[in-house]
């Protein structure tokens, strides 16, 4: 069954780095999305992406973090001058007409 | 503000019992409600809901949604312990509103 692939699984960075999450999203899916979940936290949206474009994005993505499209497979999450507060779970997830979303194993981000 | 509430937040039952898990939702635009299973990592696509009154189902887990009473429920009937995990239901208008999930565990 098609599914959607992080990189990686886990990263530790030191506070103030950048740091580039990586997501192959199911083939044929043409909405792409990442959320993120801080331990013990709900499943908060960041950000949506569709058409080479911001579709939409929430208060939590401000000018810190970007996100690309650098070929037709990969679907990447930028985070610029990480903080403490970043550490969460990050998920990336796609849909073929935006309505089933479905979601990666997600990749574990640790800012010391 | 949008807003998801599930309950219980935590529900802990003997194998072969039913449960029964709630989802209420205010969201602004909304276009369908989804359940999800969360057990390691990543939320597991379970139903998709879009129009009230109609039950979805997929062997032991049906779902069904109110649109005018804004509400949905998860079923699982005969449960076994492979249906411990965390369920998160979401609503979806331009972007997925999650619910804090309920905890679900199913002793032998």
């Known amino acids: 069954e098609p599914e959607v692939t992080q990189t990686p699984s886990h990263q530790v960075t030191q506070m103030g780095q950048e740091v580039i999450l990586r997501c192959v999203p199911i083939?044929?899916?043409?909405?792409f999305y990442w959320y993120r979940q801080i331990l013990g936290q709900k499943v908060e949206f960041l950000v949506s992406?569709?058409?080479?474009?911001?579709?939409?994005k929430s208060e939590i993505f401000d000018d810190q973090f970007s996100v690309e499209r650098p070929d037709g497979s990969n679907f990447t999450l930028k985070i610029r001058s990480t903080k403490l507060e970043d550490s969460a779970m990050y998920f990336c997830?796609?849909?073929?007409?935006?309505?089933?979303?479905?979601f990666g194993e997600g990749s574990w981000l640790t800012v010391v | 503000e949008d807003k998801v509430v599930q309950s219980p937040l935590s529900l802990v039952v003997h194998e072969g019992d039913t449960v029964t898990l709630n989802c209420s939702y205010e969201?602004?635009?909304?276009?369908?409600l989804l359940w999800y299973k969360q057990e390691k990592k990543a939320p597991t696509f379970l139903f998709m809901l879009?129009?009230?009154?109609i039950e979805k189902k997929s062997g032991r887990l049906s779902s069904i949604l109110d649109k005018k009473e804004l509400f949905s429920i998860l079923n699982i009937t005969a449960t076994q312990t492979g249906d411990s995990a965390i369920y998160l239901c979401?609503?979806?208008?331009?972007?997925?509103?999650f619910g804090t999930g309920t905890r679900l565990t199913i002793i032998p």
């Open positions: 997830a796609s849909s073929e007409d935006g309505n089933t979303i479905y």
């Open positions: 083939s044929n899916h043409l909405y």
């Open positions: 992406f569709y058409n080479n474009e911001i579709s939409e």
């Open positions: 969201v602004t635009n909304f276009r369908s």
């Open positions: 879009t129009s009230s009154g």
């Open positions: 979401a609503a979806h208008d331009e972007k997925l509103t």
